[in-house]
C-alpha cells in the first residue's frame, strides 16, 4: 500500500496541514507511519477529495469495535463478494455494498 506524507495530503486536497490532522483526529481519515513519516494511504485519495463514503465506514467499523489497523486490513483484503477490496469498492462508487459487509462484521 503506497503512503503519501500529509504535507503532499494537504496539498492534494487544497487544505492547510492542519486541517488533515483534523480529518484523522475526526476519524475521517487514517494514517500510518512509514519510515517514521506520518502518511495517508493513496488509494483514501481521488483526485482533490477524500473517497466519498470512506470516513462513514471508518466510522462504522470503529463503533462495532475495530481498532485501526484492523480497519486498514480489512479495506486493503479482497473480498470475492464484492470482489476487488473495500477502497476499490468505495472508489469505485459502490459505497453501499461496503457499508452493508461493515455492518454485517459487526453482528
Do not use: C
Not at 2 to 9: A, G, R
Not at 30 to 55: I, M, Q, S, Y
Amino acid at each position: 500500500m503506497e503512503v503519501v506524507p500529509l504535507p503532499d495530503v494537504a496539498e492534494r486536497l487544497g487544505q492547510p496541514v492542519t486541517r488533515v490532522h483534523q480529518l484523522i483526529r475526526d476519524g475521517h481519515l487514517l494514517a500510518l507511519r512509514r519510515n517514521g513519516v506520518l502518511g495517508v494511504p493513496t488509494a483514501f485519495l481521488v483526485d482533490t477529495e477524500v473517497v466519498k463514503g470512506l470516513a462513514g465506514t471508518i466510522t462504522l467499523l470503529r463503533d462495532n469495535g475495530y481498532q485501526e489497523d484492523e480497519i486498514l486490513r480489512w479495506l486493503f483484503t479482497p473480498d470475492d463478494s464484492l470482489p476487488g477490496t473495500p477502497i476499490d469498492a468505495l472508489r469505485g462508487d459502490r459505497g453501499r455494498e461496503v457499508k452493508r459487509r461493515a455492518q454485517a462484521m459487526g453482528f
